[in-house]
């Protein structure tokens, strides 16, 4: 595993949130961090009202409906749920995570997959509240992250686990066409990871360009 020049891991190249769980993303340039996770982020959800769906009372998923990821509104999220013959209700406020608060993706995970693919990525596919630039050196994938400390801005993460993939990443983030692809070859050849979930040590501020630095 190559040196990591004074523990600096990384540089923070996007930051995103998503208000409306499944729904499309908002672009940041800085972000408040919580006990809980970035503020705003999956504060709402469409809940599955349809009796007998196999979602009934729970959040209705990407993996549900290839555009869904690409609705801004949850208004609109509405809509076409319910053009796809599913009835939901839009949840109060509160927090709608598969697992964990925050989520990492490194570029030099999504360029595996690339490779495997055979073509670039766009991030987005994946979902993650952080998309970093590895530091010259830095080569540890998602198993050996975990147990990890990042410090970000005044944020301090604890990396916690590796995030197991579904199907909603075969998804184009502009048109919803499906690349299986895209998920076989990462369940075959990385154990279907691509990038880690952390918790929040220590609430702060980061932004765009903040070095992520491990403590």
């Known amino acids: 595993m190559g040196e990591i020049p004074d523990m600096r891991i990384g ?3 996007a930051l995103w949130r998503y208000p ?7 672009a940041l340039v800085s972000a408040t961090v919580l006990s809980d996770g970035l503020a705003g982020d999956r504060t709402r959800a469409l809940i599955v009202a349809s009796p007998g769906h196999a979602r009934a009372g729970k959040p209705l998923r990407g993996k ?17 749920a319910h053009a796809a013959g599913i ?9 709608y995570f598969d697992a964990q608060p925050v989520s990492i993706l490194f570029d030099i995970w999504l360029a595996d997959v690339a490779e495997l693919v055979g073509r670039q990525l766009d991030p987005l596919r994946y979902r993650p509240n952080i998309f970093a630039h590895a530091a010259w050196g830095f080569d540890r994938r998602e198993a050996a992250m975990i147990g990890m400390t990042l410090a970000i801005g005044s944020v ?16 184009d983030v502009t048109t919803g066409e499906s690349d299986p ?35």
């Open 11 to 13: 540089t923070v190249a």
């Open 20 to 26: 409306v769980k499944s729904l499309e993303r908002e």
């Open 64 to 80: 549900e409906h290839n555009r869904l990821h690409t609705v801004a509104q949850a208004e609109d999220g509405v809509a076409l």
């Open 87 to 95: 009835s939901v209700d839009v949840a109060p406020p509160d927090r």
């Open 156 to 171: 301090v993460l604890q990396v916690v686990d590796r995030i197991g993939r579904c199907v909603t990443t075969t998804y």
């Open 181 to 215: 692809a895209v998920l076989r070859e990462v369940a075959q050849r990385r154990d279907n990871t691509v990038g880690i979930y952390c918790t929040v040590a220590q609430p702060g501020e980061m932004k765009r360009g903040d070095a992520i630095v491990h403590t």
